[in-house]
């Protein structure tokens, strides 16, 4: 609640256009960092010479070149795609909620993806054999956004009463919902044969290993739209931080912000989950980077969280697939790694804000 | 390396489309026309021998690779191809469900041979349109199997006539090995493999490899209610009466040793815990499905018939 509605030290905090600048200045050297690492060796020079033979369009491509244009590219913009995606995600619960614990785990929106990934790794080819023939990987992407965006019609109709919506009431739907996937995924993980099981271990794990540009194309379009929305809430929420009241009163329709908030947060994690599988901590906490370096300014955060979460993304992934190469770490352990210490850092240098 | 016609249609057809459509087109057609322009994989071949660089994503397939003596042309292998020891030198992929695209194609193979259960299934597909050949191969625990992969190994090394004579010699020792089990007199001995490498201990109902070993070996798998490894209580073991336990070296190890094993609660209500009746192989060896099945065929059933 502090990190929100504490106004203290605003004097000393960056500007927004400075902090906004910044975040770009990260995404774009993360791009570029990304770019040039992994297992197979293309460096920033041979990247310039791919720019150059790009741009004639019949020349013989090499096989770096295949490389990058098929399999590292469309991965480095799924990590800034998703990273963007959780990062505002984040962002929008914690306004919205006006709580910083807030998270899209929290009112059960990965919880339900994950059951249905689940559901279709260990279900699939035995309940829906044709469908499962027909849609082959899209049936774990589909069912998995199809998950995340069932709970949050659950969440959302629990929390509704007369005519409101109660975020406690959200809120607690949400830790139910959690602990039924829990319970489901474990029952899964019960029926599972071994080989379902690693997989499922896998996805759990998340990764942006599987990155075709089919699928990358579609979830940048959803997440592109999810944040162009987004980020129009920010003067609404700025006004809700004062008390729904108080917003009610400076004419803001809070029920309308609320569900706004909602359906992108479902639109966008449930994408993103879809195509990459459970990344964890970048919704919580590049909000919370964001907000100590440069206030609760909303118009600040939500853009600001999306940037630091594509670089938070896009660098544990440079990580995840050179540290073990030519095997490749589960992404899901780095983003923890690279964003816990950066977290705890910040808490560290700005302990009089929190 | 050749391409097949639908492919150079396709590539003629994609080459118009490119030509003649807008911005659109272009950016779908292109990833394939810019792979039909060029392969990699035939730039990489190794240049002394001009024999097919392999990644072998699977125990069992290792093995028949250093068995037909084309290690040569092996540049990386999975975290499961642990024999024989020099397998542990080439650089490894990671899990054979875990495999990376960018790390396999920077061994800058010609062949991916992997059995079907390797994935994800992503980046197999991104392997693929990079020019690399994968070949899957179908595991259905039988001795077919093995068959099967010594001619695909074999053909995907550029290696026939090695793969050939391997193949006689291991369908000789197939055929003495039967005989052997065949002639084999008294009541078939009822066996429970205990997979516990860790945490919970797991056996192994019909459909698994275990139960292929047991009845190859001329045991009876004491376990008939499921398919697959199943966590078991230990009532239910006892209603299974197994008249011996087979483990893997493995699995000993990690309890601690064989009396820590015994140790097990699950165990006590069974026969072979009375008579302390307990059988322990290495577990790649025990259910790798190589070229080494024969022999650990013929030791099983030596081990049935002794312990």
Partial sequence: ????????GAAVRMPRSMVLGLGSVLVVVSLLVSSARGAYAISLSDLWDMLNS???????????????????LPRLVLGLVAGAGLGLAGALMQGMFRNPLADPGLIGVSAGAALAAAMAIVLGAAWFPSLSNTLGSWMLVCSAFAGGLLVTIVIYGLAQSEGETRVGMMLLAGIAMNALGGAGLGYLTFLATDEQLRSLQFWLLGSLGGARWSAVALIAAIVAACIAAGLRLARPLNAMALGEAQATLLGVDVERVKRQAVVITALSVGAVTASTGMIGFIGLVAPHCVRLIAGPDQRVVLAGSAMLGAALVLLADSVARTIVQPAELPLG???????????LLLLRTFKGRV | ?????????????????????????????LPSLALAQSNPASASRSAKNGLP??????????????ALGAQAQLVGTDTTSLYPEAALATPKVGYMRQLSAEGLLSLKPDVLLATSDAGPPAVLDQVRS??????????????????????????AAAQQARAKALLADLNAQWAATQKLVAAARGPKRRVLFILAHSGTPQVSGSKTGADALIRFAGGVNAIDGFAGYRPMTAEAMAVAAPDLILTTTQGITAAGGIDKFWARPELELTPAYRNRVLVHMDALELLGFGPRLPATVATLHRRLLTA
Avoid at chain 2, 10 to 21: F, K, N, P, S, Y
Avoid at chain 2, 133 to 139: D, G, L, P, Q
């Fill in chain 1, 1 to 8: 609640m502090t990190a929100v509605l504490s106004h203290k």
């Fill in chain 1, 54 to 72: 790009l741009l004639a369009w019949d020349a013989q491509r090499s096989s770096a070149e295949l490389v990058f244009l098929h399999i590292r």
């Fill in chain 1, 333 to 343: 352990v780095l983003t923890a790694f690279v964003g816990v210490p950066v977290f």
């Fill in chain 2, 1 to 29: 390396m050749s391409y097949p016609l639908s492919t150079m249609q396709r590539r003629t057809v994609l080459r118009q489309a490119v030509a003649i459509g807008g911005v659109l087109s272009a950016s779908a057609a």
């Fill in chain 2, 53 to 66: 660089r392999i990644v072998s994503v699977n125990g069992a397939i290792t093995e028949v690779i250093y």
């Fill in chain 2, 130 to 155: 990079a020019g690399v050949k994968v070949e899957m191969m179908e595991s259905d625990h039988t001795w077919g199997e093995v068959q099967r992969l010594v001619t695909v190994v074999g053909n």
